[in-house]
């Protein structure tokens, strides 16, 4: 039985070791607001529009040419801008262009905190005729 006793507690003790060297499950990726970055951007986004029924869906890509910024494009019900921004410490700009070359509007906002870098909040601003418009983008798909 003494031989017995000895290989329960070398059992559990290699039990006990074997947990303790796994440690707990990794959570999520879920950075503050201030950490959220490129990476975070990446992917397909929802805009809504205060004062309007009338929704956007952004595809944000890396930029080819600028390591910590975005490119992509805004769909309006098939009306289609190229877009180009970046997320610096929490603070969302984003650039919007009808015809590839000029600026047709301004998106400046903020990271929602506690949303892992999942919502972001802001002004919309057209450059046209200076009409603001809050906005609010939600990341689309899985975390």
Same mark, same amino acid.
């Given at each position: 039985?003494? $031989?017995?006793?000895?290989?329960?507690?070398?059992?559990?003790? /290699?039990?006990?070791? $074997?947990?303790?060297?796994? @440690?707990?499950? &990794?959570?999520?990726?879920?950075?503050?607001? %201030?950490?959220? +970055?490129?990476?975070?951007?990446? +992917?397909?986004?929802?805009?809504? %529009? *205060? @004062?309007?029924?009338?929704?956007?869906? =952004?595809? =944000?890509? &890396?930029?080819?040419?600028?390591?910590?910024?975005?490119?992509?494009?805004?769909?309006?019900?098939? !009306?289609?801008?190229?877009? /180009? @921004? !970046?997320?610096? !410490?929490?603070? %969302?700009?984003? !650039?919007?262009?009808?015809?590839?070359?000029?600026?047709?509007?301004?998106?400046? @906002? *903020?990271?929602?905190?506690? /949303?892992?870098?999942?919502?972001?909040? $802001?002004?919309?601003?057209?450059?046209?005729?200076?009409? *603001?418009? &809050? %906005?609010?983008?939600?990341?689309? $798909?899985? &975390?």
């Amino acid at each position: 039985m003494r $031989g017995g006793a000895a290989a329960l507690a070398a059992l559990l003790a /290699s039990g006990v070791a $074997g947990a303790q060297a796994t @440690g707990p499950t &990794p959570q999520p990726d879920c950075p503050q607001a %201030f950490e959220a +970055g490129q990476r975070h951007l990446l +992917g397909l986004w929802h805009a809504q %529009f *205060e @004062g309007t029924p009338r929704g956007a869906t =952004l595809l =944000l890509e &890396p930029h080819p040419d600028q390591s910590e910024s975005v490119r992509g494009e805004i769909n309006r019900d098939g !009306e289609r801008s190229a877009v /180009s @921004g !970046e997320l610096d !410490e929490g603070d %969302f700009t984003l !650039e919007e262009s009808r015809n590839g070359v000029n600026i047709s509007a301004a998106w400046l @906002g *903020e990271v929602v905190e506690g /949303s892992c870098g999942r919502e972001i909040r $802001g002004t919309w601003r057209s450059e046209t005729d200076k009409a *603001e418009r &809050p %906005f609010v983008l939600h990341k689309l $798909g899985t &975390p």
